[in-house]
């Protein structure tokens, strides 16, 4: 099967799920993959084809998702599948910017410098995966933990107003921040509304969450005193 799409020199197309809005990679290298090619003329899309991603999971491709890169405009606003993620920077050799994409989303104090030591430690001991670009232990292992991250979060005065105007002139941090594990809270869904999206109050888990402790023990990473607690 031949699809067109705007991906010239590009190895990895953007496929969204059929299910959710999660973006996936998809290998135009591997076998009965469709192949990206230059649109000619008119700029027309030919149509959505249905593909299978690089971590197996079943998708939509169509010219204007464009290529599986960081500084995708349409990936932008979507959730990037972790596995297929980590498979792309490990064939490519983008590792450095695959850990700040995920430890870059909030601050060491709270949590950024250790996903950092974790990404790093996995790195170094975890075999690779014979540089093809398929999932396995080392790039899988990376995604659970990145899948684990710590989210920042603010006061509702905050999300709503922005800093300066509920703490104060030249006040740009929200003094309640804090840093949670998204995976392990309980997040409302489309059934909420214009509260979608947001971390119900009988299930905040903080970070780092349990998983991320238990591969900071496994590494030997030490624990600031505050991080100590168990999560979900």
């Known amino acids: 099967m031949t699809v067109e799409a705007h991906i010239p020199d590009s190895r990895f197309g953007t496929a969204v799920a059929t299910t959710g809005l999660q973006a996936h990679a998809v290998d135009f290298e591997a076998p009965r993959s469709p192949r990206p090619l230059r649109m000619a003329g008119d700029d027309r899309e030919t149509g959505a ?24 405009p349409w990936l932008a606003g979507r959730t990037r599948c972790e596995r297929c993620s980590w498979v792309v920077a490990l064939t490519r050799g983008t590792v450095e910017q695959e850990i700040e994409l995920y430890a870059g989303e909030t601050t060491a104090e709270h949590g950024g410098d250790l996903l950092r030591q974790i ?41 709503d107003a922005g800093c300066a105007a509920t703490h104060g002139p030249g006040v ?46 496994h590494y030997g990473i030490p624990l600031p005193v505050s991080e100590g607690r168990d999560g979900g």
Do not use: K, N
Not at 119 to 134: K, N, R, Y
Not at 177 to 197: D, P, R
């Open 49 to 72: 084809a249905a593909v299978f991603s690089v971590c197996g999971s079943r998708g939509q491709l169509l010219p204007r998702f464009g290529a599986f890169t960081y500084d995708s």
């Open 119 to 159: 990404f790093t430690s996995i790195l170094a001991d975890a075999p690779p995966e014979g540089g093809q670009a398929q999932v396995g232990h080392r790039s899988d292992l990376l995604a659970h933990a990145a899948r684990h991250r710590p989210v920042l979060t603010v006061c509702e005065e905050c999300g």
């Open 172 to 217: 740009d941090r929200c003094p309640h921040a804090s840093s949670v594990c998204l995976e392990c809270s309980f997040v409302a869904g489309s059934w909420a509304g214009e509260w979608e999206g947001t971390i119900a109050a009988e299930c905040e888990v903080p970070s780092p969450c349990s998983t991320l402790v238990a591969l900071a023990h």
